[in-house]
Nanobody, 123 residues
Framework: QVQLVESGGGLVQPGGSLRLSCAASGSIFTIYRMGWYRQAPGKQRESVANITNGENTNYADSVKGRFTISRDNAKNTVYLQMNSLKPEDTAVYFC?????????????????WGQGTQVTVSS
């Protein structure tokens, strides 16, 4: 079993900052790509940022220069530092982790999702 536990969401004023964390636990064999998605009311879920196990990063155009994704492999944790937040960043943020698990001699690989954390940017 694999669990992703997110934290760090909340209410912040425009221009403020938040840091999201997502910790993976369980029978993890290898973690590959880690990323963050968000879904605003009435909109489709969209990719915000992702980072490979080689530390290559990719960002949505709307957050470039404001958000920074990082990972701590020793803690199986991915972070999203969000600065200069805007009202349009308001959404539920989900972490997504591409990883493999091992059971006896079988290795299985798939994506896992966190439960989501609300980020609200409002004055």
């Amino acid at each position: 079993q694999v669990q992703l536990v997110e934290s760090g969401g909340g209410l912040v004023q425009p221009g403020g900052s938040l840091r999201l964390s997502c910790a993976a636990s369980g029978s993890i064999f290898t973690i590959y790509r880690m990323g963050w998605y968000r879904q605003a009311p009435g909109k489709q879920r969209e990719s915000v940022a992702n980072i490979t196990n080689g530390e290559n990063t990719n960002y949505a155009d709307s957050v470039k220069g404001r958000f920074t994704i990082s990972r701590d492999n020793a803690k199986n944790t991915v972070y999203l530092q969000m600065n200069s937040l805007k009202p349009e960043d308001t959404a539920v943020y989900f972490c997504n982790v591409d990883l493999s698990t091992r059971r006896y001699w079988t290795v299985s690989r798939r994506d896992y999702w966190g439960q989501g954390t609300q980020v609200t940017v409002s004055s």
